[in-house]
């Protein structure tokens, strides 16, 4: 391969991978945007998430034509192709989990006595770990670490029972305080997003692995 030929399939695969952190930078602060507004009741912040979230958008699609364009352009080979598939894939769940984050946001005003409704003590914790999945599973990507995606993976678990947990409690609390179904109702929801959104950091941390090493982790059902 020329030399010219190789300096321009380099700079296509940073601008890539570039595109790919500005998308997870992004989604990150979604994340915690959101789950600050809703705590808060900010509703102005959660305008912002909502606003921002076109930007996301817009940047899948640069993702995208970025990575058809370098594949139909430099025929890459292996690792190289591996990793160009694995930011197409990573762009379309970044895209979703700033979904999810945005969902989050809407949710904010729909709180109602937000300074004497227990139930929303129990989400902050649950949002933490699925944000630092999102956020260790994207520097798992920019160090190429099949290590780390393996311990993304892992941490799921975490998340799942904290969903089960927080159903179970705010379905009771519904229940015990009939006047609070509304609002307990929109936690579910927020639950149920950042479940996905820990289900969304896993499925990246499969392509990260499978980038890195060419394969999927074993014991991992497909």
């Not at 994340?31 to 705590?39: D, K, R, S, T, Y």
């Not at 109602?112 to 999945?133: C, K, V, Y």
């Amino acid at each position: 391969m020329a030399e010219h030929t190789v300096k321009a399939f380099d700079e296509d695969i940073t601008r890539l991978r570039g595109l790919v952190a500005e998308m997870g930078g992004l989604a990150e602060v979604a994340i915690a945007e959101g789950m600050q507004a809703l705590v808060t009741g900010d509703e102005e912040l959660a305008k912002a998430v909502v606003a921002r979230d076109k930007k996301l958008d817009a940047l899948e699609g640069e993702v995208d034509a970025m990575a058809i364009r370098t594949i139909a352009l430099r025929a890459p080979m292996a690792d190289d192709l591996r990793e160009i598939i694995a930011a197409l894939k990573i762009g379309g769940v970044l895209e979703r989990i700033g979904d999810y984050a945005k969902n989050i946001a809407k949710r904010a005003p729909r709180i109602e006595g937000r300074s004497r409704f227990e139930p929303l003590t129990l989400i902050p914790a649950m949002g933490e770990i699925a944000a630092e999945m999102v956020h260790d599973v994207l520097t798992a990507f920019a160090a190429r670490d099949p290590v780390l995606a393996r311990e993304v993976i892992e941490r799921d678990e975490k998340v799942d029972a904290f969903y089960e947990s927080i159903f179970r409690n705010l379905v009771s609390y519904m229940v015990e305080n009939p006047a609070t179904i509304s609002s307990a109702a929109q936690l579910l929801f927020v639950a149920r997003n950042l479940e996905r959104i820990g289900d969304h950091a896993t499925n990246v941390a499969e392509m990260v692995h499978f980038a890195a090493v060419g394969t999927y982790p074993e014991d991992i059902e497909r």
